[in-house]
């Protein structure tokens, strides 16, 4: 794939998630704080699932384990 290509699926992409979200019909500072808004509560989901899962798996291990040794 070369450089051309690659520029073009990546604006294809921006289009449909333009379409999908319907922010098109957006003016430009309408557009930036819904940008702002959603891509801040994206990184809040991934920076909890960071943090707060790994945690969860593991209390989920040892309650199973202490099941297992109960039963």
């Known amino acids: 794939m070369n450089f051309k290509n690659f520029t073009e699926y990546l604006a294809w992409l921006y289009y449909q998630y333009l379409l999908i979200t319907g922010i098109y019909v957006l003016e430009p500072w309408e557009k930036s704080i819904f940008n702002s808004i ?22 989920t291990l040892q309650l199973s384990v202490m099941m297992q040794n109960y039963l």
């Open 38 to 59: 959603l891509f801040s509560a994206i990184a809040m989901v991934i920076y909890t699932s960071y943090v707060f899962v790994p945690i969860h798996l593991c209390l």
